[in-house]
């Protein structure tokens, strides 16, 4: 019967160790490979034992040291067991030089070296030792050994080599049995340690393959490490083909899931096959930490009966999803003033009174309102977000409260759901709740304070089960003064409050945003995320960010896409460049906006015949036009 393939290669440094090797493990005992790679480039023994289906390596010294340098990076190493050179090996070799001259030279690589000299001050001996550290500078090394008056030289393999072709007396240093015995006991608990790995992996595959639900595990970087088999059927791609290609590579994916999919600890979208047509649900959840070098998890189930709405769809000022998105993971920073936000809105989240969240644009209030939710006893409810400032007056009121059958013309046939009815038992997001009309606020008072209220058109109570996040970018104490925000509502929002600090108050946390907006974009756009020089990471941080976090990722997005190179590094003087145009546009926006008369808009209106047309074609955008209107009168 022939001999099994062997798993383990002994990389040995030269021919008389093999002999000693054989000697010491019988090859009738163990089937390894033995060969004299001294002379052979640390990259190809490595790539001759792939292809040779080897699955670890015996070495020993510069050998095995050069073996693992050859595999940084690699993620999926070979095992390398190193011969330990015992002190009876050192103590050998330095009696077999003292019969030749007791003036002697040792040379070695420097973890070696440390070992030799503990031993060796035990003895009185004239010996000198000197350091090397690569396979190209055995020579320099010689020579520096005969300066110091040597007359005989201990080493390795490839110094003993050297010495005898330029006839200079020499000891190698060798293994005894003893060693070469413990490192092949290694060797062979390493491979009967990765093959219990496997009988364990196989067995939790098949019961994996049992699942009505198709699972995916995913590096950091995207790529499949791990598919069941319902998993296999809906992605239409084999295994074989499916194991480390890019998701977004795989066609069930194409198309249907944003690259920002993946960039939250969860999300969930719908995906169509696109043979049979029929619809799946994709959940996607990011591992805390990485383990076995898994960056997230995917799950495809068949799409339930009934509707499911879209994770964001933020058109007409609504986003209808209906779970969260974000966790407190996502908000990134770790400065002081963001962190005391974070624990006083986790805080929050254990609550159910109102909160409200204050900012300036741009600092993430949306982002605290969905790791709110996604925190509390309702993270498993929906999560409902609606931008009051969006959304028309004469929409606004149909859009939150609903309306029934004939509440007016147009009315849909069977009449919508508010979001407070949406919403259920979960959360319901009000962005932008300084601009909710004064006519309005009794209604929303009304839902604070009795967790009631009637759909348009219709007199029948409907209970409002769900907890209320408001946002707001403006001093609502102002608003209050001024008689446009109703006092009592004020007070009912303003149960649980948190200021978020703006970008310039935890300029630290620049750098970490900055690196996570560099590689989103990357990712997006299909190029690989560089450095940010340190010149550059102090230009961020010492600008006056007015738009605070949307602002630096609007500019980073913006360097990413117009870079020539795949591989992006954000550079300073584009950055300034792409500043510097915001600032031009923003202040020429506002002189614009300035100078134009409610003529000039009262006429856009009348030529254009709607809002959205006429908003167009005075260049601002329709919320700005809605606030025009409303403070001329004209609304």
Same mark, same amino acid.
Request: aromatic fraction near 6%; charge should be neutral.
């Given at each position: 019967?022939?001999?099994?393939?062997?798993?383990?290669?002994?990389?040995?440094?030269?021919?008389?160790? %093999?002999?000693?090797?054989?000697?010491?493990?019988?090859?009738?005992?163990?089937?390894?490979?033995?060969?004299?790679?001294?002379?052979?480039?640390?990259?190809?023994?490595?790539?001759?034992?792939?292809?040779?289906?080897?699955?670890?390596?015996?070495?020993?010294? =510069?050998?095995?040291?050069?073996?693992?340098?050859?595999?940084?990076?690699?993620?999926?190493?070979?095992?390398?067991?190193?011969?330990?050179?015992?002190?009876?090996?050192?103590?050998?070799?330095?009696?077999?030089?003292?019969?030749?001259?007791? !003036?002697?030279?040792?040379?070695?690589?420097? !973890?070696?070296?440390?070992?030799?000299?503990?031993?060796?001050?035990?003895?009185?001996?004239?010996?000198?030792?000197?350091?090397?550290?690569?396979?190209?500078?055995?020579?320099?090394?010689?020579?520096?050994?005969?300066?110091?008056?040597?007359?005989?030289?201990?080493?390795?393999?490839?110094?003993?080599?050297?010495?005898?072709? !330029?006839?200079?007396?020499?000891?190698?240093?060798?293994?005894?049995?003893?060693?070469?015995?413990?490192?092949?006991?290694?060797?062979?608990?390493?491979?009967?340690? &990765?093959?219990?790995?496997?009988?364990?992996?196989?067995?939790?595959?098949?019961?994996?393959?049992?699942?009505?639900? =198709?699972?995916?595990?995913?590096?950091?970087?995207?790529?499949?490490?791990?598919?069941?088999?319902?998993?296999?059927?809906?992605?239409?791609?084999?295994?074989?083909?499916?194991?480390?290609?890019?998701?977004?590579? %795989?066609?069930?994916?194409?198309?249907?899931?944003?690259?920002?999919?993946?960039?939250?600890?969860?999300?969930?979208?719908?995906?169509?096959?696109?043979?049979?047509?029929?619809?799946?649900?994709?959940?996607?959840?990011?591992?805390?930490?990485?383990?076995?070098?898994?960056?997230? /998890?995917?799950?495809?189930?068949?799409?339930?009966?009934?509707?499911? &709405?879209?994770?964001?769809?933020?058109?007409?000022?609504?986003?209808?999803?209906?779970?969260?998105?974000?966790?407190?993971?996502?908000?990134?920073?770790?400065?002081?003033?963001?962190?005391?936000?974070?624990?006083?809105?986790?805080?929050?989240?254990?609550?159910?009174?109102?909160?409200?969240?204050?900012?300036?644009?741009?600092?993430?209030?949306?982002?605290?309102?969905?790791?709110?939710?996604?925190?509390?006893?309702?993270?498993?409810?929906?999560? /409902?977000?609606?931008?009051?400032?969006?959304?028309?007056?004469?929409?606004?009121?149909?859009?939150?409260?609903?309306?029934?059958?004939?509440?007016?013309?147009?009315?849909?046939?069977? =009449?919508?759901?508010?979001?407070?009815?949406?919403?259920?038992?979960?959360? #319901?997001?009000?962005?932008?709740?300084?601009?909710?009309?004064?006519?309005?606020?009794?209604?929303?008072?009304? #839902?604070?304070?009795?967790?009631?209220?009637?759909?348009?058109?219709?007199?029948?109570?409907?209970?409002?089960?769900?907890?209320?996040?408001?946002?707001? !970018?403006? /001093?609502?104490?102002?608003? #209050?003064?001024?008689?446009?925000?109703?006092?009592?509502?004020?007070?009912?929002?303003?149960?649980?409050?948190?200021?978020?600090?703006?970008?310039?108050?935890? &300029?630290?946390?620049?750098?970490?945003?900055?690196?996570?907006?560099?590689?989103?974009?990357?990712?997006?756009?299909?190029?690989?995320?560089?450095?940010?020089?340190?010149?550059?990471?102090?230009?961020?941080?010492?600008? $006056?960010?007015? =738009?605070?976090?949307?602002?630096?990722?609007?500019?980073? $997005?913006?360097?990413?896409?117009?870079?020539?190179?795949?591989?992006?590094?954000?550079?300073?003087?584009?950055?300034?460049?792409?500043?510097?145009?915001?600032?031009?546009?923003?202040?020429?926006?506002?002189?614009?906006?300035?100078?134009?008369?409610?003529?000039?808009?009262?006429?856009?209106?009348?030529?254009?015949?709607?809002?959205?047309?006429?908003?167009?074609?005075?260049?601002?955008?329709?919320?700005?036009?809605?606030?025009?209107?409303?403070?001329?009168?004209?609304?």
């Amino acid at each position: 019967m022939p001999d099994p393939t062997p798993r383990i290669l002994f990389a040995a440094p030269d021919e008389n160790l %093999i002999q000693a090797f054989y000697k010491a493990v019988p090859k009738d005992e163990h089937n390894v490979l033995a060969l004299n790679v001294l002379d052979q480039p640390a990259a190809t023994v490595v790539e001759y034992a792939r292809t040779s289906s080897i699955e670890v390596i015996i070495s020993r010294g =510069g050998v095995a040291q050069f073996l693992c340098e050859a595999q940084k990076g690699d993620p999926d190493p070979i095992p390398i067991v190193q011969i330990q050179v015992t002190s009876f090996d050192i103590i050998d070799a330095v009696r077999e030089a003292q019969k030749i001259s007791h !003036n002697m030279a040792f040379i070695a690589y420097p !973890n070696m070296l440390e070992g030799v000299k503990k031993i060796m001050d035990l003895f009185d001996l004239d010996l000198r030792f000197v350091a090397r550290s690569s396979p190209w500078d055995c020579l320099e090394a010689i020579f520096t050994a005969l300066e110091y008056k040597a007359k005989v030289i201990v080493g390795d393999a490839r110094v003993v080599k050297m010495c005898r072709e !330029n006839n200079i007396p020499c000891i190698p240093l060798n293994s005894g049995e003893e060693s070469l015995r413990q490192a092949c006991s290694a060797a062979r608990r390493l491979i009967e340690a &990765r093959d219990d790995s496997r009988r364990e992996t196989r067995r939790m595959a098949a019961i994996l393959d049992q699942l009505d639900l =198709g699972l995916m595990a995913l590096d950091r970087e995207g790529r499949v490490l791990y598919s069941n088999v319902l998993a296999d059927s809906v992605a239409g791609v084999g295994k074989k083909q499916l194991l480390g290609l890019d998701i977004q590579q %795989i066609p069930l994916f194409q198309g249907h899931v944003a690259p920002s999919f993946f960039m939250g600890s969860m999300s969930r979208a719908m995906v169509t096959h696109d043979e049979d047509k029929r619809e799946y649900v994709a959940c996607w959840k990011k591992t805390e930490s990485e383990t076995f070098g898994i960056g997230g /998890v995917i799950t495809l189930s068949v799409r339930p009966e009934g509707p499911i &709405r879209p994770q964001a769809d933020r058109s007409n000022g609504g986003d209808r999803g209906h779970a969260s998105r974000f966790s407190f993971d996502d908000i990134v920073g770790t400065s002081q003033a963001l962190q005391k936000a974070k624990a006083k809105a986790r805080k929050y989240a254990q609550a159910d009174a109102a909160v409200l969240l204050l900012g300036q644009t741009g600092v993430g209030k949306e982002l605290f309102a969905h790791a709110i939710h996604n925190a509390s006893p309702r993270r498993n409810e929906p999560f /409902v977000a609606v931008n009051l400032a969006a959304l028309p007056p004469t929409l606004m009121e149909s859009e939150i409260f609903g309306y029934v059958r004939g509440a007016f013309t147009d009315a849909r046939r069977g =009449g919508k759901q508010g979001v407070f009815e949406y919403a259920g038992k979960g959360t #319901v997001f009000l962005d932008e709740i300084g601009e909710i009309p004064l006519e309005m606020q009794s209604r929303l008072l009304r #839902v604070l304070q009795d967790g009631e209220f009637m759909r348009l058109g219709d007199d029948r109570i409907v209970k409002a089960n769900c907890r209320i996040i408001a946002a707001t !970018n403006k /001093v609502l104490e102002d608003a #209050v003064r001024r008689g446009s925000f109703r006092e009592d509502l004020y007070y009912r929002l303003n149960v649980l409050r948190l200021d978020i600090p703006n970008l310039n108050q935890r &300029r630290e946390d620049v750098r970490d945003l900055a690196q996570t907006f560099l590689k989103k974009f990357c990712v997006k756009y299909g190029k690989i995320p560089g450095r940010i020089a340190a010149r550059t990471m102090k230009f961020l941080q010492e600008w $006056e960010w007015s =738009g605070n976090i949307r602002e630096l990722q609007a500019i980073i $997005e913006r360097q990413v896409v117009l870079s020539e190179e795949r591989r992006v590094h954000l550079d300073e003087a584009e950055l300034r460049d792409i500043l510097k145009e915001r600032v031009h546009a923003v202040q020429a926006g506002a002189r614009s906006r300035r100078l134009l008369s409610d003529e000039a808009i009262r006429l856009a209106i009348e030529e254009q015949g709607n809002i959205h047309a006429a908003a167009a074609a005075l260049g601002i955008h329709r919320t700005t036009l809605w606030r025009r209107l409303k403070k001329s009168g004209q609304a």
